[in-house]
C-alpha cells in the first residue's frame, strides 16, 4: 500500500502566521464539558511542532544540527491566558507567531480562536538545547527557515 498525503494536516502558513485547524472531542474535555485547562499547552506543542515541520525541520530527527550534534527544543517560560472554554465537537484553530529570536531562544505567541473569539493564549519562550540538556544556539538552517516569519522593524 502507498503512503497517502494529507497536505493540511500539518495546517498552513499564511503572511507570516501557521494556522492549525482543530476539532474538540469528548477526550479532550473534564466533566463539566469544557476542554480541560492542560489541554491547551499540548494543543499549542502541537502547533508549534507541525509549524516547524511545514519550515523543513523534522523534530523527530534528533540530528538537525548542522554541527552534527542533537539537539531538540524545550519549552522555559509559558504565560498563559485563558479568555473562555471550549467545548465538545467545537472547531478551533491555533494561531502561531516568532516574535523574536537570539542566541538560543524563541519568542513565540499562540492563540486559540473559535471563529473570531479568542478563548486561549500564550507567550512561550523556548530554548535549543543538545543531548544534556546545554543552550545551544539556533543553528543557521533554523534562523534562515524562522527569520522569514519574525516581525519586521517599522
Known amino acids: 500500500m502507498t503512503a497517502m498525503t ?11 502566521v501557521h494556522y492549525l485547524p482543530l476539532r474538540i472531542y469528548y477526550a479532550d474535555t473534564d466533566i463539566s464539558g469544557a476542554v480541560y485547562h492542560a489541554n491547551y499547552l499540548s494543543y499549542c506543542e502541537r502547533a508549534r511542532s507541525d509549524c516547524l515541520r511545514l519550515l523543513g525541520v523534522q523534530q523527530s530527527e534528533t540530528n538537525w544540527s548542522t554541527s552534527g550534534g542533537q539537539m531538540g527544543f524545550v519549552v522555559r517560560r509559558a504565560l498563559c491566558d485563558f479568555h473562555r472554554p471550549a467545548r465538545m465537537d467545537d472547531l478551533l484553530t491555533i494561531e502561531t507567531r516568532f516574535k523574536a529570536m537570539s542566541g538560543a531562544r524563541v519568542e513565540i505567541a499562540q492563540r486559540i480562536m473559535r471563529g473570531a473569539e479568542l478563548l486561549f493564549e500564550a507567550e512561550v519562550l523556548v530554548a535549543v538545547v ?4 546545554v543552550p545551544k544556539r539556533i543553528p543557521d538552517s ?13
Open 142 to 154: 533554523l534562523k534562515q527557515a524562522m527569520a522569514a516569519f519574525l516581525p519586521r522593524p517599522l
Open 6 to 16: 494529507w497536505p493540511d494536516v500539518a495546517g498552513r502558513i499564511v503572511n507570516g
Open 130 to 133: 543538545d543531548g544534556r540538556g
